[in-house]
């Protein structure tokens, strides 16, 4: 009987043991998907930088309307952030925005992002207050968390 036991144990580990150390996809699935919409953000993006050619250099608070944060940074790198946190999340530009209404305030995901730039610029602060952590830069970033994903990742998927 304790010979059993052992063998079920030993077999059970086992298993459990196949089970965390393999994906449960498929590689077709796991490979890279195509972003799609790209296609979507592009436009947009191509649009936003039509509309302020020849001002691309200035302050993004002096070319755009209703900027709260990110006043100073120039105005064509605002929309390469942009473009990197719709990424980010895994949405387009009307998540946050009205599409071509881009100073409303009608989408309260507008201002949720202001207050999650908040909390990184909060949280990397903290990081580099810390006396264990000097010298090794640490930071975070919203894909820390969101991964391609509009609500951060609670768990660990496996």
Known sequence: MKKTLTFL???ALSFLLAYCTTTNK???E?????????ADRAKHLAALRAKIAGKENLAA????ENIQRLKAVEAARLLEVMEIWSKVLGVSCDHCHVAYEWASEVKPEKEVTRQMVGLVNKLNDDLNNMPALKGSEPSISCYTCHRGETKPATKVKF
């Open 30 to 38: 796991t490979a890279a998907q195509p972003d799609p919409l790209a």
């Open 9 to 11: 144990g030993i077999a």
């Open 26 to 28: 498929p590689a077709s």
């Open 61 to 64: 608070g002096a070319v755009f």
